[in-house]
Nanobody, 122 residues
Framework: QVQLVESGGGLVQAGGSLRLSCAAS????????MGWFRQTPGEEREFVAA????????DYADSVKGRFAISRDNAQNTVFLQMNSLTPEDTAVYYC???????????????WGQGTQVTVSS
């Protein structure tokens, strides 16, 4: 069982940056691949980025490639999402999720956080 808690969301102007954190409970964090997803009202949850259990592999949605960076600190049971050059289109609730293998499929993730709101003003 893994509990996930996101933090770091907020209001930022276009062009700005935010760093999201996702703190995990449980001793098996380093065995899980981690993903970040985002969702806006009325839309399906959208893949943003994922990282393998040891951090050797990463994957990004085309819409964020070159602007966002996912990383993790297994000693601190935390995964991060550094978001740069934000645009209003990045406005969403951002969720972190844990799964056995790195994947873009939200349905494959076993554990989810409660989400953190990111709002980018123009």
């Amino acid at each position: 069982q893994v509990q996930l808690v996101e933090s770091g969301g907020g209001l930022v102007q276009a062009g700005g940056s935010l760093r999201l954190s996702c703190a995990a409970s449980g001793r098996s964090f380093s065995t899980y691949a981690m993903g970040w997803f985002r969702q806006t009202p009325g839309e399906e949850r959208e893949f943003v980025a994922a990282i393998s259990s040891r951090g050797y592999s990463t994957d990004y949605a085309d819409s964020v490639k070159g602007r966002f960076a996912i990383s993790r600190d297994n000693a601190q049971n935390t995964v991060f999402l550094q978001m740069n050059s934000l645009t209003p289109e990045d406005t969403a609730v951002y969720y972190c999720a844990a799964n056995g293998l790195i994947t873009r499929a939200a349905t494959r993730y076993d554990y989810w956080g409660q989400g953190t709101q990111v709002t980018v003003s123009s």
